[in-house]
């Protein structure tokens, strides 16, 4: 059941492409398949593609979205992949989503998948989501409590711009932010997001 915080989530990211031009979007760790079924519902969206490296998660978003490996939808396709990886076929996108997916790699990798999604793919707009450390007391947790087993780290607001603005200038692009979700005055909010644009002077 998707939470109401999820649903705004995913309301979020489908304004913040739809306001990108984008026709070409990569899911990268596409999980259940929820963020391209709502793409899927806006004709702007041309080409669709799903990675994770989960089988069960594949398996899941297939049903979601009503194909099987024998009949792949004509504009949707779902396959296995990870983010760490630049191959080939992961190039020519629009735009790239990481819907929560980064505090799932374990920190010492975030360079690998900063290679291959900012230097090697390389879409015009990338849009990355993931949970505000600050804000998990108000959700109830004790301090240093994570939000899910499967997560490597969780960020402050800090934290995660400062990675960001590295990111950005290291391969030609800039960075803003948005807070998904109410926002507390001292916490932020509990999903934070950001939204990369290459600059144009790289030829993207």
Same mark, same amino acid.
């Given at each position: 059941? $998707?939470?109401? *915080? ?7 990211? =489908?304004? !913040? ?9 990569? +899911? ?9 079924? #709502?793409?899927? #519902? ?18 899941? #978003? @297939?049903? $979601? ?5 024998? $009949?792949?939808?004509? @504009?949707?396709?779902?396959? /296995? ?5 630049? /191959? %080939? ?11 929560? $997916? ?11 998948? !900063? ?6 793919? &390389?879409?015009?707009? =990338? *849009? ?6 600050? /804000? ?9 409590? &994570? @939000? ?24 030609? /692009?800039?960075?803003?932010?948005? +807070?998904?979700? %109410?926002? +507390? ?15 144009? !002077?790289?030829?993207?």
């Amino acid at each position: 059941m $998707t939470t109401p *915080l999820h649903q705004e989530r995913l309301d979020s990211v =489908v304004r !913040e492409l739809l306001d990108s031009g984008a026709s070409r979007v990569i +899911d990268l760790g596409c999980g259940h398949g929820e963020l391209l079924l #709502a793409l899927r #519902a806006h004709g702007q969206f041309e080409h669709l593609l799903g990675i994770d490296i989960d089988q069960r998660a594949l398996a899941s #978003a @297939r049903l $979601t979205l009503g194909f099987d490996l024998f $009949t792949p939808g004509e @504009r949707l396709a779902v396959r /296995y992949g990870s983010f760490e990886e630049a /191959y %080939p076929h992961l190039g020519g996108f629009d735009a790239a989503v990481m819907l929560e $997916t980064i505090e799932h790699i374990e920190p010492g990798r975030l360079p690998r998948v !900063e290679r291959a999604v900012f230097g090697m793919m &390389r879409p015009r707009t =990338v *849009l990355i989501t993931t949970p505000n450390r600050e /804000y998990n007391i108000l959700h109830g947790m004790p301090p240093g409590q &994570r @939000r899910h087993p499967g997560h490597r780290f969780e960020w402050t607001r800090t934290q995660f711009q400062l990675w960001c603005a590295g990111v950005a200038e290291r391969n030609g /692009y800039t960075v803003c932010f948005a +807070d998904i979700g %109410p926002v +507390d005055a001292l916490r932020g909010s509990s999903t934070q997001m950001a939204r990369f644009t290459a600059n144009s !002077e790289q030829g993207l």
